[in-house]
């Protein structure tokens, strides 16, 4: 099975300066190594043969010659690597001397990349013995040279750099490469082979380290991949350069698409590995339309050989991927959340021009968060908070804790708390239809649901207000609401969020508050209300309950919205397949459950998000928030009668994962 992965790694090695046949055996072992943990590129450092500090011994004749010698014995030793190649070393080519990198597949040596831009300032003055390989760009454009090696039996082989490769058992799988400086070029060379096709540029380096320069490299690459959407392979000398002058880290990366993948310790030689996901890759270049392939004569592209099935992933997926990793980045994240659904709804209130905001209170996270958004955003407009009428409307399955926990969220708030008890209407509206009020279907339910809507838009009217929507994204992605009842409003504060990062929004803004020590705000009985709507089990409380104890839970029915969210965010992001998503959440998400549990839930959500898109077709206005947005305006156009049988049949035939490498 071929999902798209390819896994790579980033080899420094330790050297000895000039010391070529000790350079030649720990490159060999790194190779090794890497192969037999399942590399399938493998990437050294720039001059690794003889190591980047030889300085004059450059010019010795010998040094040239030994290099080229170590080289045809690792080319020997690669012939059952199943893997692509790349090391660097000094290469002499009609009278010059080159800097460049030998490209090697399972005992082939199949070109030599040269680097373009040689650095000759501050410390660094590779001018004074090597000649820069022809500059990339148009001028370049229909000239290939090629070279022929007797001594090897081997060639002609391209040199230059407008080299790519292809794997044969993956198109879309294609390499070209950039030596050091060249990524600090105004115009860097993976740039023309980007937009000739390469998804992935591999970097053999001796950059050297001083204060600042590890994360000032790393923003560098970050931003290159991101900008050329490719993945990027970084190997950088490390420790064994000569320490004359400088010192090398063995700064390692492995990045795709401006997000770091695996990165080497500081001043740590050895191996650094992922999985680069190429069909990711070309799936967001396809979305892209400002990426423009550029097609032209004078790319020298041939193929190599390694075996791309089933293989194992050492690359871990996030179990929240909407909620940032680290705490400072979740913070910011939080605040840039807030502030989103804040402006958008500050815009629609001073557009319309109406006095109040209208927002049923549940007791549960969405309404909690949507009140959160409404109370900062008359913070910015400077309004009345008791210009705020939130709803509290209990009803027949409206239990005793999430009644109390949403009338002290308003009173610590000190917001305008209505309370309009649903049951006699919602009896009443049942003997209308004659329908059996002991008869708990979906009638029940949605006359609940819908009642509670038709209260709200008929106050915002009495109170010439907007209604303010309190759905999450979860829910419309599974159709989990009512038509023209809860999924309803006049804007949709929390319609671009998914569940698994309401709470922490809620705990951000609470912490907001309290940190801006309002005297108007009671902070503990703020915090203390938000603790147990946290604890709370996510329900609709539309089925008679003791009044006590939450009998319907939502996620028992449609499932944990934890993994409805991984679902949905690989699905619209990345564009997985549904064998991809369900691979790699039963690797992410096997500690916590079974393969056959995951299965079920994916299957719900595929069923569920297509037979519910006539609910996103007409879903209310509000802002996007993160990287994935259901919007059918401004994201998501997608046919209300859209089938899933591809979808659905695509798990159907799903392997045993058994045997599966996971």
């Not at 147990?532 to 003791?546: A, D, Q, R, Y």
Request: with cysteine.
């Amino acid at each position: 099975m071929n999902d798209g992965f390819v896994k790579v790694a980033a080899v420094t090695p330790d050297i000895k300066v000039a010391n070529v046949e000790f350079n030649k055996q720990e490159i060999c072992k790194g190779i090794k190594e890497a192969s037999d943990n399942g590399a399938k590129i493998i990437v050294f450092p720039e001059l690794c043969i003889t190591g980047y500090t030889c300085g004059d011994l450059f010019a010795q004749e010998l040094l040239i010659q030994q290099a080229k010698i170590a080289l045809t014995e690792i080319i020997k030793f690669t012939s059952d690597i199943d893997a692509l190649i790349f090391i660097g070393l000094p290469f002499a080519h009609k009278g010059k001397l080159y800097n460049v990198v030998a490209i090697l597949n399972k005992g082939n040596a199949l070109g030599f990349a040269t680097k373009t831009y040689l650095p000759n300032y501050r410390d660094m003055y590779e001018m004074r013995y090597f000649s820069p390989g022809p500059k990339p760009g148009p001028e370049y454009i229909g000239h290939v040279e090629y070279i022929q090696n007797t001594e090897w039996n081997i060639g002609p082989m391209p040199f230059g750099p407008h080299i790519l490769v292809h794997a044969t058992q993956m198109s879309d799988l294609i390499v070209s490469v950039e030596v050091c400086e060249d990524l600090w070029a105004p115009i860097p060379p993976g740039v023309y082979a980007a937009t000739e096709g390469a998804t992935v540029i591999v970097n053999c380096s001796a950059s050297n380290d001083t204060m600042g320069k590890y994360q000032m490299r790393q923003d560098l690459m970050r931003a290159h991949s991101s900008r050329l959407i490719c993945g990027y392979i970084y190997a950088n000398a490390g420790q064994g350069e000569s320490t004359t002058d400088s010192v090398f880290g063995g700064h390692n990366l492995i990045i795709e698409n401006g997000q770091v993948l695996a990165e080497a310790n500081e001043f740590e030689n050895g191996i650094i590995y992922s999985d680069l996901d190429i069909k990711r890759l070309t799936g967001e270049r396809q979305k892209n339309t400002t990426f423009r392939m550029e097609k032209k004569p004078g790319f020298w592209d041939f193929p190599f050989d390694v075996s791309l099935e089933n293989q194992k992933l050492d690359r871990k997926f996030s179990k929240t991927p909407f909620v940032p990793e680290g705490a400072k980045e979740l913070e910011r994240s939080c605040k840039e959340a807030l502030q989103i659904q804040a402006l958008g709804l500050k815009k629609r209130l001073e557009h319309t021009g109406v006095q109040t905001a209208v927002i049923g209170v549940s007791g549960g996270l969405d309404s909690t968060l949507a009140l959160l958004v409404v109370n900062k955003t008359f913070e910015l407009l400077g309004k009345d908070k008791k210009e705020i009428i939130a709803v509290t409307m209990p009803g027949f399955g409206t239990t005793k804790g999430t009644y109390e926990n949403g009338v002290a969220l308003a009173k610590t708030l000190g917001v305008t708390l209505r309370e309009i008890p649903i049951e006699k209407a919602v009896l009443q509206h049942f003997d209308d239809i004659n329908h059996d009020s002991n008869v708990y279907d979906i009638t029940y339910e949605n006359a609940q649901a819908r009642e509670r809507t038709q209260i709200l838009m008929d106050l915002a009217n009495q109170m010439n207000g907007l209604v303010i929507g309190t759905g999450s994204m979860s829910e419309l992605a599974l159709g989990w609401a009512t038509y023209n009842g809860d999924h309803m409003s006049m804007y949709g504060v929390n319609g671009g969020v998914p569940k698994t990062l309401i709470k922490h929004l809620i705990q951000y803004e609470v912490a907001r508050l309290g940190k801006e020590g309002r005297e108007s705000l009671a902070i503990d009985e703020l915090n203390e209300v938000v603790k147990s709507i946290l604890e709370t089990p996510i329900s609709p409380e539309l089925l008679p309950s003791k009044k006590e104890t939450i009998t319907q839970k939502t996620e028992d029915v449609v499932g944990p919205y934890k993994f409805h969210d991984f679902f949905l965010y690989y699905m619209l992001k990345y564009n997985y397949s549904p064998s991809k998503i369900y691979r790699i959440a039963v690797d992410t998400f096997k500690d916590e459950v079974d393969k056959e549990t995951l299965l079920k839930w994916l299957k719900v959500f595929y069923t569920r998000f297509f037979s519910q898109q006539f609910k996103r077709s007409s879903m209310p206005d509000g802002p996007a928030v993160c990287a994935v947005s259901l919007s059918p305006r401004a994201a998501l156009k997608m046919p209300s009668d859209a089938c899933a049988d591809l979808w659905l049949k695509d798990l159907e035939d799903l392997e045993d994962l058994e045997d599966l490498q996971l």
